[in-house]
C-alpha cells in the first residue's frame, strides 16, 4: 500500500487520476475563507488528483485536486495521502 507522496530520484509516488486524501488545512490554494465551512469540521477531504504544480525550479510540488461538486484546490504532494479501492 503506498502512503503519502515523496520523490525518490526525481519521482513521485501519486499519479493524476490517483484518489487522495488530505486535511482541510493543508489546501495551498484558493484561501481557506473560501472553502466550504463544512471542510473545516469534517478533518479530511478526499478527491481525485487532476494535475500537478510547480513552484520556481522544483517540480511537481502541488497537486490540483478535484473534490466534491467538481471544485479544485492545490495541495501541497507531501501533505496528500494515497487512498485504496
Known amino acids: ?3 503519502g507522496a515523496f520523490a525518490e530520484f526525481g519521482r513521485h509516488s501519486t ?3 490517483d484518489r487522495v486524501s488530505f486535511q482541510a488545512s493543508d489546501v495551498f490554494l484558493p484561501d481557506a475563507g473560501t472553502l466550504p465551512a ?3 469540521d469534517s478533518g479530511d477531504v478526499e478527491g ?3 494535475d500537478f504544480s510547480d513552484s520556481g525550479t522544483d517540480s511537481r ?3 490540483v485536486v478535484e473534490v466534491l461538486e467538481k ?3 492545490v ?3 507531501g501533505a496528500l495521502r ?3 479501492s
Request: charged share 20%; glycine share 8%.
Open 38 to 40: 463544512a471542510w473545516g
Open 61 to 63: 510540488v502541488f497537486a
Open 75 to 77: 495541495v501541497p504532494v
Open 15 to 17: 499519479e493524476k487520476g
Open 82 to 84: 494515497l487512498k485504496t
Open 71 to 73: 471544485r479544485t484546490v
Open 1 to 3: 500500500m503506498r502512503t
Open 48 to 50: 481525485t488528483i487532476v
